[in-house]
């Protein structure tokens, strides 16, 4: 009895809280069928929104997925003084809130600050712009790389690397040869991971970006801007779409976690 | 090709030349260093720098105007609101994660697996989306006829919503590995359900609840994107600390933004080290 009445809580919290709220969403934007869904994603707006969320997502992914390999090789395999340092560090953005990454980058890389004024002299504007927005993005999901690579690096041991080694390839045959493959999928759960968040990214974007409709909005920004402006098909639309994404994500986390 | 190299290479046990030596080596050269530095430089420059800017700004106008920038009404209900609210969701989940890893490792029914793989949602969700989500569901036009927007009870539900896995993801690992003979004997010994579960199981589980509850708490303070729509952003009453910063930093006024920010960092960061301290006595005890 006292096991089914846990049961009861455990799965009633569980669906007033996550399962009706996600489901209303997917049931209120397809009530009306496929179309007015398909429309509201192909508006000019949804659609620029969308290729600045792949453009921001895509070097924010890349630039993490060279550091993060970088990094866990480091932390794995080579030993310096700070390592104990860099280790703790590497976790920090997570502990950050979302619009106080946007506040720090907005103070350094700011037209107004001395690093983007210089930068703004060279022509390259940062905030309000593109590559703070990237910045913002790599600054959230920076840990995901490293924590998805290290412990699979730690597993597999270095035997191999030194047999490579000492038949004479070079580090990069090495790496390409011997460590690359040893850490594949683990290294896909980090960048899926990686992905997700950065495509889901919205407050350290929504401050940088300074939310410039069809010019630095994303699909999380427009799903907001779209909701306050009383067009709930399109904030609804686009919600669910992002949704989707995240499904998709899961299983292929679930997919690709390291067992056991 | 590969295959054979590593079968051809791997030396016979004890073999001259087979040890760490030529890593070791290999890890005070140049190599390393550029690597170390490099890795440095772009935490430095995404992360420490920004970070510390913050902090720097937030005091560049001396101790008073940071005080007064804490202090002013707004701010400061925003930030009692939320420490006030992250406790409170810290100690539902704390409560309702354990109960959900409990029944996940320990109860069985049909689509279990589903509802296991729907705990991680909250994490792949983006936060804007969990708050439309949220006040589709419990907002003006809720179906239920529950109506949170605007209030700090819908506060409360987005951070509920973002934090769950936390202390679910924390906890259920362990009960998972959890020795099944210790409760079997307590239990042959004439224990009650009640006394093995307070005497045996719960002390085991104690470090992991504690240490995703404190997850859930740093979590919650930090929290913006979920609680922007349902909040309706009314300073003084819904208005948290992240949506605070953000409409000082709309109002051009980065000073005062930078004085919170430093609040929530600096609360994070007790939170975190505490967990480590938490972490480490229950390793020890373990």
Request: aromatic letters at 8%; proline letters at 6%.
């Given at each position: ?6 049961r009861v809580i455990a799965i009633a919290y569980l669906f007033f809280l996550l399962v009706l709220p996600v489901g209303l969403i997917v049931w209120r934007t397809f009530g009306d069928g496929l179309g007015p869904f398909v429309e509201a994603l192909?508006?000019?707006?949804a ?149 997700a968040?950065?495509l889901g990214?919205y ?16 699909l999380t920004?427009f799903v907001e801007?779209r909701f306050?402006?009383f067009d709930q098909p399109a904030a609804f639309a686009a919600a669910t779409a992002l949704a989707l994404i995240a499904v998709i994500t899961l299983l292929l986390t679930k997919f ?5 | ?88 969701v810290?100690?539902i989940n704390?409560?309702m994660g354990?109960i959900i890893?409990?029944v996940l490792?320990?109860d069985?029914f049909p689509g279990k697996a589903v509802v296991d793989t729907l705990i991680d949602l909250p994490f792949a969700l983006p936060t804007i989306v969990a708050g439309l989500v949220l006040l589709a569901l419990y907002g003006p036009e809720s179906p239920l006829g529950l109506n949170l927007a605007?209030s700090?009870a819908g506060v409360v539900l987005a951070l509920l919503f973002v934090t769950l896995p936390f202390?679910v993801r ?53 929290e913006?994107g979920s609680t922007v729509l349902i909040s ?55």
């Open positions: 009895m006292a096991k089914h009445g846990l192909t508006s000019a707006s659609v620029h929104a969308f290729q600045v969320t792949l453009t921001v997502a895509l070097w924010a992914v890349a630039a993490n997925t060279v550091f993060g390999i970088g990094t866990a090789i480091l932390l794995v395999r080579h030993n310096f003084p700070g390592k104990r340092l860099l280790n703790a560090l590497i976790d920090l953005p997570m502990a950050v809130s979302p619009v106080v990454v946007g506040l720090a980058l907005i103070l350094v890389y700011g037209k107004f600050a001395p690093v983007g004024g210089l930068l703004e002299s060279w022509g390259v504007q940062v905030i309000f712009s593109t590559p703070g927005m990237v910045l913002a993005t790599v600054f959230v999901a920076l840990p995901l790389v490293v924590r998805a690579v290290v412990p699979v690096l730690e597993e597999l041991g270095d035997e191999q690397e030194q047999a490579a080694h000492t038949l004479g390839a070079s580090r990069l045959q090495t790496f390409l040869r011997i460590t690359l493959p040893g850490i594949r999928w683990a290294l896909a759960y980090g960048v899926v991971l990686c992905l968040r950065s990214e407050g350290a974007v929504a401050v940088v970006s300074g939310r410039l409709v069809d010019q630095t909005q994303t920004l801007e306050q402006n690709l976690r390291p067992k056991g | 090709m590969t295959t054979d190299v590593a079968v051809a290479a791997a030396p016979p046990p004890g073999s001259p030349g087979g040890g760490a030596r030529p890593r070791s080596r290999w890890s005070v050269t140049g190599g390393t260093a550029l690597g170390v530095g490099s890795a440095v430089l772009y935490l430095s420059l995404i992360v420490l720098i920004p970070l510390a800017v913050v902090a720097w700004r937030s005091l560049d106008q001396g101790p008073g105007y940071f005080w007064r920038a804490v202090t002013t009404p707004d701010a400061w209900a925003a930030l009692t609101l939320t420490v006030g609210a992250s406790f409170l810290a100690l704390l409560v354990t890893a409990w490792v320990r069985r605007y700090r202390v924390t906890v259920q690992p362990v009960l998972l590995e959890l020795d099944k003979e210790m409760e079997q004997a307590a239990a042959s010994l004439g224990a009650s359900p009640f006394q093995t579960f307070r005497r045996i199981i719960l002390p085991n589980l104690v470090p992991a609840m504690l240490s995703g509850t404190a997850l859930a708490f740093t979590r919650s303070i930090a913006f309706g952003n009314l300073p003084f009453k819904t208005q948290v600390a992240a949506v605070n910063i953000f409409s000082q930093i709309e109002g051009d006024n980065t000073t005062g933004a930078a004085a919170i920010s430093t609040v929530l960092l600096v609360v994070a960061l007790v939170a975190l080290v505490s967990l480590d301290l938490l972490q480490r006595w229950g390793s020890r005890r373990g």
